[in-house]
């Protein structure tokens, strides 16, 4: 009987080690999650502010230089780069089949046939 005792208390004994350790890691996420809000409120409140100290015209300006850098994205880019890739698989094959052609060529004229 005293067998089956201690394993029961070693089992709560895990059991109250492995609640510690939820529980502190628990905490540690909220308080991460409770910085990253904090944060994330820092960062519109200071673009609260500098919108209303500096008005709309940054954020056209802005908005307008975004425009000129993005250039426009190729919608047949991926099309185009699969049937370049299929290209470039055909020639290689083509240069294999042709130094086989050439060395079964070679052997044959070797053997004389």
């Avoid at 109250?16 to 809000?37: G, H, N, P």
């Avoid at 944060?39 to 200071?46: E, F, K, P, Y």
């Avoid at 307008?64 to 699969?82: Q, T």
């Avoid at 370049?84 to 060395?103: G, I, N």
């Amino acid at each position: 009987m005293g067998f089956f005792r201690s394993l029961v208390d070693k089992m709560k004994d895990k059991k109250d080690e492995l609640q510690k350790k939820a529980a502190k890691k628990a905490a540690e996420v909220a308080l991460e999650r409770s910085a990253a809000a904090a944060r994330g409120a820092l960062d519109s409140a200071g673009k609260a502010i500098e919108k209303a100290l500096f008005g709309a015209e940054k954020d056209a300006a802005q908005a307008e230089a975004s425009r000129r850098e993005e250039p426009a994205a190729d919608p047949f880019a991926k099309l185009k780069a699969a049937e370049e890739a299929a290209r470039q698989r055909a020639e290689k094959k083509a240069r294999l089949d042709d130094d086989v052609d050439a060395e079964l060529a070679a052997l044959k004229k070797k053997l004389g046939k």
